[in-house]
């Protein structure tokens, strides 16, 4: 899971509908991408990180850290 974004999307009371629409993609696909199920796209990572105004650093984990916990 990637615990970061999930975190930093509830601290600006975002849901995943919400960021679904944003990346203009529907919310099962977008939950799978934060469930860590399906890898987000470079792009898809610069637009989210512009949207929340946070380095890509402080929201995406390393794919051998999905499944650990939070940084």
């Given amino acids: 899971?990637?615990?970061n974004?999930?975190?930093s999307r509830k601290e600006?009371?975002?849901s995943q509908v919400d960021m679904a629409k944003e990346l203009?993609?529907?919310k099962d696909t977008y939950g799978r991408?934060?469930?860590g199920e399906t890898q987000f796209t470079a792009d898809e990572m610069f637009l989210?990180?512009?949207f929340l105004g946070k380095p890509i650093d402080q929201i995406f984990l390393r794919r051998k850290c999905i499944n650990n916990a939070v940084k």
Avoid: G, V
């Fill in 33 to 35: 991408k934060e469930r």
């Fill in 5 to 7: 974004l999930i975190i």
């Fill in 12 to 14: 600006l009371k975002l």
């Fill in 48 to 50: 989210i990180s512009d």
């Fill in 24 to 26: 203009k993609m529907s």
């Fill in 1 to 3: 899971m990637q615990w």
